[in-house]
Each structure stands twice: as structure tokens, then as C-alpha cells.
């Protein structure tokens, strides 16, 4: 799975890679800062289903802390967007090509007003524009691709299924382009689509394939109320979260170092003792002040959001002894896979090895013990055994 970072300039965007990911990256209050995109690993968190068993969990595939389980995502941040980047201005749009695969956006606004949307310094800027402006200029990078291809997708025997081959690479499938096409009023004629119809069917793509929610970021600024609830109004509350990526990167930094005990989502933090300065006691309780304030960071529960709201991700835990929960080494839940909801069992073996899928025989229930279908489609914690006659 794939989260893409985009937004204007001078958003936040290193800020909360960096902070999700705990890679060092280059951030600075200026546009343009990042060029090549960055990559990295992050994690989601669930709680894991060692409880029920009474047993003590060893992660391969993930991690668990306290009971919390940490499954790895990617995650890709990229150069900021600004108007006319498909005409070339800026950086243009073909750092878009790195996301075209990713699943779902996080889509970078400034709630504090005071960065515009080409990321200058501004004293009360609207994000709303920046968020328009993002939208639209995805809309025509997609655009400007499916005009490529046009042509020869017109004079196919089967347009929509062209397209959708076409637009494999941006995880556009068959069924994104009926829904586009249907919710858009359109079919493909012979001579092909005209520039605005094409425009118009390359937004209703966006939409349906790379679902977003909006980082209304640099809460922590006062004043930033104000601008949340215009993005909100203007996107619907449920869209968008306001949260703080620098003081998610501060505090998963100071963590690091020792100086506190955070965990990812937490309001609150413990400050260890005797380890920080005079200087960094008084800047953790700035930052303690913020949370508490804010109720948090908000930083992985957005991550949550996307990848178990927006995507309707589940997790489930293969195993190879389903009475002991474990694999063929003792060791208990070993593995937490993400897969989307209406998933099969066939569907596990495939993501836990392609050899074992061929060649799988059925499935068994971790709970009831009850034999599983191919097609049988999994719930969110299940614990399932695949039945294969690979070895
Ligand atoms: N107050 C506050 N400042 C932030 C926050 N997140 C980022 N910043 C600051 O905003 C500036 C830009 O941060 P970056 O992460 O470099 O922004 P970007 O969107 O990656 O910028 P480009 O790569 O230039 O497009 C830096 O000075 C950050 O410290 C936040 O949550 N709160
Ligand atoms: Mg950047």
C-alpha cells in the first residue's frame, strides 16, 4: 500500500514525512525544498489480537508496543504543486508520475494562513485556494496523460476497457472507469473525447481512484481555527483533519534522543529525568501545552483514517498452527496483513506468497476452526490458516 504526500509548496509536506516516516529529509521555511521525491516506511496501528489468546506476540512482518500493533505502509513525498505546473510552471508535473501508483493522498494545506499558494509568506492566506489549485492540477496531469493516448483509445474495439489498460500504472481499474464514465454522463465516441470532456471524465477519475483527506497542517499556529473551518466547510468536515506535523517530527525527535516517552497518537508525554536541558524543558512545554490543547498531534490517527476509512483496510493474521496462533517456529501471530475489506482467503494467500496461493487448498477459521472457501470473504482480526499443498 501506498500513501502519496502532495500540496502546494512550503505546506508541511517533509515535515509530516519525516515525522511519519523518522527519516531525516530537508525541510525549510521556503518553496521548493524538496525536489526528487522522498520514500519511506511508516506504520499504521491497530490493536492486535494477542490479548484473546492470553499469549505474547513476536512480529516478523510489523511490530507491537503495549498491545498496539504497528503494521508498515509506504509512504511517498514529493515537490510541491503549484497552478499552471501542467503547463510546465514551477517544477511542473512529472514528479506527479512518482504517486501514479499510490492508493490514496494526503493532501497538504496550511491552516495558518500565512504561506500563499505558491508558498511565499503571506499574513492570511485562504488554504481553501491551495487546495482548489492542488485538485485542479491533478485533474490535469491525468488530463494531459489520457490525451496521449487518446487517440488509440477511441479506435479500440472496446474503449473503456483501453482506457483502463492504459491507466493501469495510476491503479485506475476497469471498474473506475464505468463509475467515471457513468457518474460523467459519458461514452467514448470514435473520434475520441475533446479536451474539456476529457478534463471533466480525468477529475471524476482522481476521485474515484486516489481517495484524499486534507492535513489542514501547522494547527499549532494560533489563529488557525478560522482556516480549518473554511476547509472544512468547503470539503466537509469528515475530509479533513487538522493536525501538526512539526510537532510530530518534535516530538518522535526528542523520543529518540531519549528525553521523553511519546507513543505515535498519544495528548500527553512523560518527560524522562535529568535528561534534557534547561532550553529543551522549557520548548516540551510549549509543546505539551499545544497538545493538550489540540488534543494531540493528530498525525497517525489521520494515517488511520486513510488507510482504514478511506481505503476500508482490514488486517488479518495468517498463521500456520491455528490453534496456537503461531507459524511452524512457535512463534505467535507473526505476521498482520492490510488488505482491503471483501477480501478472500484466496486473497491472503496471494499476499503472503504467490507459490502458496497456486497451489491453495482451503482455509481454516483461527476461532471456530471452521473449514474456508477460496471466496471466503475475511473480517476485519481475522486469525486464518492457509491450507496449501505448496511446501
Ligand atoms: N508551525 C508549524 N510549522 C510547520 C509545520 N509543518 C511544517 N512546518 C514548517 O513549514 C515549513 C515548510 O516545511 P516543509 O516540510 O519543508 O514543507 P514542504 O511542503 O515539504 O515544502 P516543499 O518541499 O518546498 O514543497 C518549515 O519551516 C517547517 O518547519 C507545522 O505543523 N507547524
Ligand atoms: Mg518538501
New binding site residues.
Given amino acids: 500500500m501506498l500513501i502519496g504526500i502532495v500540496?502546494a509548496?512550503?505546506?508541511?509536506?517533509?515535515?509530516?514525512f519525516s515525522a511519519l516516516t523518522e527519516m531525516n529529509v530537508?525541510?525549510?521555511?521556503?518553496?521548493?525544498?524538496?525536489i526528487e521525491p522522498n520514500r519511506g516506511t511508516t506504520y499504521v496501528t491497530t490493536e492486535c489480537v494477542e490479548k484473546e489468546k492470553n499469549a505474547k506476540c513476536r512480529p516478523k512482518n510489523s511490530r507491537c508496543v503495549d498491545g498496539i500493533r504497528y503494521i508498515p505502509i509506504s509512504v511517498i513525498?514529493v515537490?510541491?504543486l503549484v497552478s499552471g505546473a501542467h503547463e510546465g510552471r514551477g517544477r511542473g508535473n512529472q514528479f506527479l508520475n512518482d504517486i501514479a501508483s499510490s492508493d490514496a493522498l494526503i493532501l497538504?494545506a496550511d491552516a495558518?494562513g500565512r504561506t500563499d499558494s505558491s508558498?511565499n509568506p503571506c499574513s492570511s492566506c485562504n488554504p481553501v485556494e491551495d487546495v482548489m489549485m492542488v485538485l485542479s492540477e491533478l485533474a490535469e496531469w491525468l488530463a494531459s496523460t489520457i490525451r496521449k493516448g487518446m487517440r488509440q483509445i477511441a479506435r479500440s474495439q472496446n474503449p473503456g476497457e483501453a482506457l483502463a489498460t492504459y491507466l493501469s500504472g495510476f491503479k485506475i481499474t476497469r471498474q473506475h472507469v464505468d463509475s467515471a464514465l457513468k457518474n460523467t454522463q459519458m461514452q467514448i465516441p470514435k473520434e475520441g473525447l475533446s479536451d474539456p470532456n476529457i478534463l471533466t471524465l480525468a477529475a471524476e477519475l482522481m476521485k474515484l481512484s486516489k481517495p484524499f483527506v486534507i492535513a489542514a497542517?501547522?494547527?499549532?499556529?494560533p489563529g488557525s481555527a478560522a482556516n480549518i473551518d473554511k476547509i472544512k466547510v468547503e470539503y466537509g468536515a469528515q475530509n479533513v483533519i487538522a493536525?501538526?506535523?512539526?510537532?510530530e517530527l518534535a516530538l518522535r525527535k526528542a523520543r529518540t534522543k531519549g528525553v521523553i516517552r511519546y507513543e505515535d497518537g498519544a495528548s500527553s508525554f512523560e518527560t524522562n529525568d535529568g535528561s534534557a536541558s534547561a532550553e529543551q524543558l522549557e520548548a516540551l512545554k510549549a509543546m505539551s501545552a499545544i497538545l493538550k490543547r489540540d488534543n494531540g498531534t493528530h498525525i497517525q490517527e489521520m494515517l488511520n483514517r486513510v488507510v482504514f476509512d478511506l481505503l476500508d483496510s482490514i488486517v488479518v493474521y495468517p498463521v500456520e498452527d491455528e490453534n496456537k496462533w503461531a507459524d511452524g517456529n512457535g512463534n505467535v501471530l507473526p505476521d498482520a496483513v492490510l488488505l482491503r475489506n471483501g477480501s478472500t482467503t484466496m486473497d491472503l494467500a496471494m499476499a503472503v506468497h504467490t507459490e502458496i496461493a497456486k497451489k491453495m487448498l482451503y482455509a481454516i477459521d483461527g476461532r471456530t476452526h471452521a473449514r474456508l472457501a477460496k471466496d471466503h470473504a475475511l473480517k476485519n482480526n481475522d486469525v486464518v490458516k492457509i491450507v496449501s499443498a505448496a511446501k
Avoid at 530537508?26 to 524538496?34: G, K, R, V
Wanted: charged share 20%; with cysteine; hydrophobic share 30%.
Fill in positions: 500540496g509548496p512550503n505546506k508541511g509536506k517533509s515535515t509530516l530537508d525541510i525549510a521555511d521556503y518553496p521548493f525544498t524538496t513525498d515537490a510541491g497538504v495558518s508558498g497542517n501547522k494547527a499549532d499556529v493536525c501538526s506535523a512539526a510537532a
